[in-house]
């Protein structure tokens, strides 16, 4: 296929020497490495594509060096990368989607307040776009300020329409991400039988895609709603499931 010959033209420039040749490719082929789950080669890879001449090209290296680096545990590295990939983005999308990873970044350090100051940008960059993508970033900004909002009281994140988002989504991935956000929220606001909906579709979403990761941790908010709820049993289930796909 395509993604295939991607990788495959990257190597043999490699192999020839030409890495400057190889380089607006190599954000495809480390992108291909990356969903295989082979995270030492998409590092190698994306680490190619920093240097193409487009500034789009580069983004992209740079952005998927940080998802790969943060797959692997490397925070300060990860930040770095999406820092980088936030310096050469040229459109109000694109730096909304690298202050959000900035701002997921230092929430995962523990530096809520830096994590809010990044994601209250990302916001206000995303909030006035249209799409499924901007949609998409909006959800993910909302759902981590909101998380760490509960370690600063008094920083909240805005409200959104909901409903609104859900309706934006175009794919399944897109329809997960917006639906455990709205659980999120609602299990932040107390709605425990909203909560529980929400998650609930956001698992027959994520069935679909049959990520095991993904659908291990939407078992987790889902066990977690149902014990909050009182419907110890069937948070006992759901955990029980996600502990076997771990």
Known sequence: GGATSSRAVVELLLLAGERSEAAPLAADAGEEALAAG?????????????????????????????????????????EAAFQAALDVASTPLERGRAGFALGRCRYNRGEHAAAVRALRDAFELLQGL?????????????????????????????????????????????????????????????DLSGSIASFHAALLE?????????????????????????????????????????
Not at 133 to 147: H, Q
Not at 215 to 226: E, F, P, Q, V
């Open 38 to 78: 082979e995270l030492s080669e998409a590092l190698r890879l994306f680490d190619v594509g920093t240097g193409a001449p487009s500034a789009s090209d580069r983004g992209r290296a740079w952005w998927g060096l940080g998802t790969a680096r943060n797959h692997l545990g490397q925070a300060d590295g990860a």
């Open 206 to 246: 994520a069935r679909v895609l049959g990520h095991r990761p993904g659908l291990a941790d939407l078992l987790c908010d889902l066990g977690r709603a149902c014990r909050r709820a009182g419907r110890v049993e069937e948070a006992r289930a759901h955990l029980d499931e996600a502990l076997a796909l771990a």
């Open 130 to 190: 249209e799409g499924p993508d901007a949609a998409l970033g909006l959800s993910l900004v909302v759902r981590t300020w909101a998380a760490a909002a509960a370690h600063l009281p008094g920083e909240a994140p805005p409200a959104v329409d909901l409903a609104a988002l859900l309706a934006r989504a175009t794919s399944p991935a897109q329809r997960v991400e917006n639906h455990k956000t709205a659980g999120y929220l609602r299990l932040r606001d107390g």
